[in-house]
């Protein structure tokens, strides 16, 4: 009996079942393109990635023209339902978290609320794509204004799963500094007035202390427990915390809760990884709180917490 190869007996089933072939060739190119996907994603990091229509339409407009289109959105409406604001133009202020550049292009995450003291959020951030190459760097301040292009969603570094909102812009713009002009002096040609001296009474003020960082307490935590209130003077107050004694990465969990009140108010190590350390502001105060520690694993956190007044 004549022996026949496996691609031959492919070949003629494919002579007799031409749908089989179609349907199997999908299946392949399905299976590379989604290995294509998952090699290009990026964990931890923004990635540069090709522009799309977006882009290349408000690159073509004539920026005066753009600017007239801009419409009002805070973050809040937009992160609320990103999609319903795609293709629409806006302009936003803010602090660069995160760039990166390959040639004319990149991707950059912007923060886009000032919580004052110098401090932009780190929660409320978009996803700002770009087509020419910008000299700005983390931690500028730049503008931007383009399409808004619903959500994009990323790996973070403890591989979690982060959806915030997007846009495309053609040019990053580096925030100026503006100052204000002295007006000029009105000068005459006629003789000066004389006028009689006028006596004038100084009130001295009392010198004012600039805000500064005040240390409340620290707080070695080993097991799950709640601390002690603690009294917060201030409107800004943060937790500078660390695990070093954590081998096996792992997630705490700490909480801010005020006596008597039914609830958290925010999260301080979630969504970070021990071991590692940190610092993380808050903004509730003044006011009497607790936290609240959950550690899974025989180390101890230490927590220090210092008040801005």
Same mark, same amino acid.
């Given at each position: 009996?004549?022996? $026949?190869?496996?691609?031959?007996?492919?070949?003629?089933?494919?002579?007799?079942?031409?749908?089989?072939?179609?349907?199997? /060739?999908?299946?392949?190119?399905? $299976?590379?393109?989604? %290995?294509?996907?998952?090699?290009?994603? %990026?964990?931890?990091?923004?990635?540069?990635?090709?522009?799309?229509?977006?882009?290349?339409?408000?690159?073509?407009? @004539?920026?005066? !023209?753009?600017?007239?289109?801009?419409?009002?959105? #805070?973050?809040?409406?937009?992160?609320? @339902?990103?999609?319903?604001?795609?293709?629409?133009?806006?302009?936003?202020?803010?602090?660069?978290?995160?760039?990166?550049?390959?040639?004319?292009?990149?991707?950059?995450?912007?923060?886009?609320?000032?919580?004052?003291?110098?401090?932009?959020?780190?929660?409320? /951030?978009?996803?700002?794509?770009?087509?020419?190459?910008?000299?700005?760097?983390?931690?500028?301040?730049?503008?931007?204004?383009?399409?808004?292009?619903?959500?994009?969603?990323?790996?973070?570094?403890?591989?979690?799963?982060?959806?915030?909102? %997007?846009?495309?812009?053609?040019?990053?713009?580096? !925030?100026?500094?503006?100052?204000?002009?002295?007006? !000029?002096?009105?000068?005459?040609?006629?003789?000066?007035?004389?006028? +009689?001296?006028?006596?004038?009474?100084?009130?001295?003020?009392?010198?004012?202390?600039? !805000? #500064?960082?005040?240390?409340?307490?620290?707080?070695?935590?080993?097991?799950?427990?709640?601390?002690?209130?603690?009294?917060?003077?201030?409107?800004?107050?943060?937790?500078?915390?660390?695990?070093? %004694?954590?081998?096996?990465?792992?997630?705490?969990? /700490?909480?801010?809760?005020?006596?008597? #009140?039914?609830?958290?108010?925010?999260?301080? +190590?979630?969504?970070? $990884?021990?071991?590692? #350390?940190?610092?993380?502001?808050?903004?509730?105060?003044?006011?009497?709180?607790?936290?609240? /520690?959950?550690?899974?694993?025989?180390?101890?956190?230490?927590?220090?917490?210092?008040?801005?007044?």
């Amino acid at each position: 009996m004549e022996k $026949v190869n496996f691609m031959e007996r492919l070949g003629r089933s494919f002579e007799k079942h031409p749908i089989l072939g179609i349907v199997l /060739v999908v299946f392949i190119l399905s $299976v590379i393109v989604s %290995s294509i996907s998952d090699s290009n994603r %990026s964990k931890g990091n923004v990635s540069v990635s090709s522009t799309d229509n977006h882009v290349v339409s408000i690159c073509d407009q @004539d920026p005066t !023209a753009l600017k007239s289109r801009v419409m009002a959105v #805070s973050y809040k409406q937009l992160s609320k @339902d990103p999609a319903s604001f795609d293709g629409d133009i806006a302009t936003f202020k803010g602090q660069i978290l995160q760039i990166q550049q390959s040639g004319d292009e990149g991707v950059m995450r912007l923060s886009v609320t000032n919580l004052g003291y110098g401090v932009w959020s780190p929660n409320d /951030v978009i996803y700002v794509t770009y087509r020419t190459a910008t000299p700005a760097v983390e931690g500028d301040i730049v503008s931007v204004t383009g399409a808004l292009t619903g959500s994009q969603t990323y790996t973070s570094q403890a591989n979690f799963q982060i959806t915030i909102p %997007s846009m495309n812009v053609c040019v990053v713009e580096t !925030a100026s500094k503006t100052t204000t002009a002295t007006p !000029a002096k009105k000068t005459s040609s006629a003789a000066p007035v004389q006028s +009689a001296p006028q006596q004038t009474t100084t009130i001295p003020t009392a010198p004012t202390t600039p !805000a #500064s960082w005040h240390t409340v307490q620290t707080i070695t935590a080993n097991t799950t427990e709640n601390t002690a209130p603690f009294t917060i003077q201030g409107k800004q107050w943060s937790v500078q915390w660390s695990c070093p %004694s954590l081998n096996v990465p792992t997630t705490p969990t /700490v909480r801010v809760y005020s006596p008597g #009140s039914a609830g958290y108010k925010d999260d301080i +190590a979630e969504p970070d $990884v021990c071991p590692s #350390s940190n610092t993380t502001y808050l903004y509730d105060g003044p006011g009497t709180f607790y936290l609240s /520690v959950g550690i899974f694993s025989p180390a101890a956190m230490i927590m220090t917490i210092q008040d801005y007044y």
